[in-house]
């Protein structure tokens, strides 16, 4: 999975860390991020001296020291956020590409750096103001945090609960298909926890919801963090609870179909959850 290929441990604890010229600064703009191409499939992100030269050259809003945002430290190199208006860069050999892109780069510390950026800056941006009483939030120095100067309130980064289900029925796994959505492969019944439910009870009502089954047996695999939808995945398998006889619920799903352990049409990208339980059903490794 993509956070596994890192070949550093994320440090992710805050600091109150001014930047300096040579780190590296991830500019998020309309959920793209930019980036320059180097060697084939390697990516790199621009330094913290390249963004204030182009600020200053091609009038994105001025920026100051704290337009820059420390997020956090990975194979020795300190990630920042630019908080300013990112536009055009000053240098054609960057530009902005697609998150849902980057499976395809081979630099996947860099990738992964990117995704968890992404979910620091939704925040961050989102929470610009108190939501009790609408006064400008301040950054607090000794905790990721935004503080409210006004009435106090304090907000810490959202993380949103989902799962990811592989729902077996003996020697065969369900796999299905979104609906209006631009992922068109093989993907497994997904979906985000809702308020006052276990995690256990949102395996079991999106089967219900999206393909009508009862499931039992329910059992955690693994989790990822996906940054680019704020959200932590959880992974579980669980079995075939009575009929096996498929209602689709069409707004969500193009199709649901069980497909067999030894004819999967769908192979582990060493990038998704969703992909290297496949993967672990097909190798008959899924805990049982
Ligand atoms: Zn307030």
């Known amino acids: 999975m993509l956070q596994e290929l890192t070949f550093g441990r994320l440090e992710n604890e805050f600091y109150d860390r001014k930047a300096s010229d040579e780190d590296v600064v991830i500019c998020v ?14 990516i790199a992100y ?11 050259e091609k009038e994105w809003k001025a920026w100051r020291e704290d337009a820059f945002q420390y997020v956090f430290r990975m194979q020795e190199v300190n990630y920042y956020l630019w908080m300013g208006d990112a536009k055009e860069p000053a240098d054609d050999a960057y530009q902005y590409e697609e998150i849902r892109q980057f499976s395809q780069f081979e630099t996947k510390d860099a990738c992964f750096a990117a995704c968890t950026a992404t979910h620091l800056y939704t925040w961050y941006r989102n929470n610009r103001f108190c939501g009790c009483c609408q006064t400008p939030t301040i950054h607090d120095t000794k905790e990721r945090m ?3 100067p006004n009435c106090g309130n304090l907000i810490f980064p959202r993380i949103s609960p989902a799962v990811i289900i592989g729902v077996t029925n003996g020697e065969k796994l369900l796999l299905s298909k979104y609906a209006g959505r631009a992922y068109t492969r093989y993907a497994l019944i997904a979906g985000y926890t809702e308020i006052g439910e ?7 009502r999106e089967v219900m919801e999206e393909v009508g089954l009862h499931v039992k047996n329910i059992r955690y695999y693994k989790s990822q963090p996906w940054g680019r939808d704020g959200a932590v995945l959880m992974g579980f398998f669980c079995d075939l609870d009575g009929s096996d006889e498929i209602h689709l619920d069409e707004n969500e799903l193009a199709l649901a179909e069980w497909h067999d352990r030894h004819a999967l049409p769908a192979h582990d990208d060493g990038i998704s959850l ?3 339980m496949i993967r672990m059903f097909e190798e008959g490794r899924e805990p049982k």
């Open 29 to 42: 703009w309309k959920n793209r991020i930019l980036l320059k191409r180097e060697a084939e499939f390697q």
């Open 46 to 56: 621009p330094t913290v001296e390249t963004v204030k030269k182009w600020a200053d």
């Open 146 to 148: 935004l503080r409210c």
């Open 198 to 204: 276990t995690i256990e009870e949102t395996v079991q």
């Open 274 to 276: 969703t992909r290297e």
